[in-house]
């Protein structure tokens, strides 16, 4: 992803007060960590980026993906990934149709090995029949990022989602989510409370609020 992605002059307003001023640059493969109180409006940023921002918020500014202006696109449309705490997956789809639920054409075998690869990249093979439900955090934190990651995103958003996991696995989640986030090149916002998680993003920060 050339260009990375870049927040030109965004402001947010709430009830005619300002909530959050933000100029920011993030590189492709490169991590910018956003912190701050709670209610700074961290998730709210979010929100605006993927263009599913509550219109009781007055927003402004431009966001540039890869060089291109995306700030009036649909959310389907704007190619940005998001994770949640949590890693919430459709309950009453099986672990594969969760991964396939991003996946737009090719015939039902490409798709089958598409899905079967993800699995495999993150040593889930043979749990693509498997009830989300049956799943340990840990895992169901890697089919989330498996998911969003079939959908082919130009950018990726974590907002707190390393938080449910205990701190082996989220050491190891995390390293797995900068780690691809680099082999392809994805600039990435994390908002997070952690010291941990921003130490390990080595990037810039930013404190909101
Ligand atoms: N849909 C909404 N309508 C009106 N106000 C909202 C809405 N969502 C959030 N807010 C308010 O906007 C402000 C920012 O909320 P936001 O969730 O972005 O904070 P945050 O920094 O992510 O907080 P936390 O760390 O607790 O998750 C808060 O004052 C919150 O009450």
Redesign the pocket.
Known sequence: MADGLRLDGIAID?AGEP?LRIDAEVGPGEVLTVM??????????LAYLTGTL?P??EARGRILLGGRDITCLSPDRRRIGILFQDALLFPHLSVGGNLGFGLRGGSRRTRRDRIDAALAEVGLEGFAERDPATLSGGQRARVALQRMLLSDPHALLLD?AFSGLDTDRRDRTRTMVFETARRRALPVIM?T?DEADAKAAGGARIQ??
């Open positions: 709430l909530l701050g109180r709670s209610g700074a409006g961290k998730s709210t940023l509550a009781t918020f707190e908002v409370h909101l609020g």
